[in-house]
């Protein structure tokens, strides 16, 4: 998991969100790894880069048409991170935690 700090809405509040990623594929036999952490962290955070700190209705073209919410900021994760993997590895969930209570979670 990661964090984010994003800002959204007319008010231009922000919010600290955490995001989860899975992802399946199968377990190399030389590595004992679906995917090296080192790898996915690299793309998480190539991601995390695109929104972390930005003002996502504005700053963010993903969000020029949709509202940043939760369940979009899954969406655009997924959608962002399933061209970066290497072959053979697949996206499975994304979830992202505005708060403890408030959480969203994608599949595809």
Wanted: net charge neutral.
């Amino acid at each position: 998991s990661s964090g984010i700090n994003a800002e959204y809405g007319e008010n231009g509040h922000g919010h600290n969100y955490k995001v989860e990623v899975r992802v399946k594929g199968k377990v190399d036999a030389q590595t004992g790894m679906v995917i090296d952490l080192a790898i996915l962290k690299r793309e998480i955070q190539s991601v995390i880069e695109q929104v972390d700190h930005k003002f996502l209705d504005k700053d963010v073209p993903f969000f020029a048409d949709r509202p940043s919410t939760v369940e979009n900021i899954c969406i655009f994760f997924w959608e962002q991170l399933e061209t970066r993997l290497p072959g053979g590895v697949r996206m499975n969930k994304v979830k992202v935690y505005e708060t403890d209570k408030n959480v969203a979670a994608y599949k595809g």
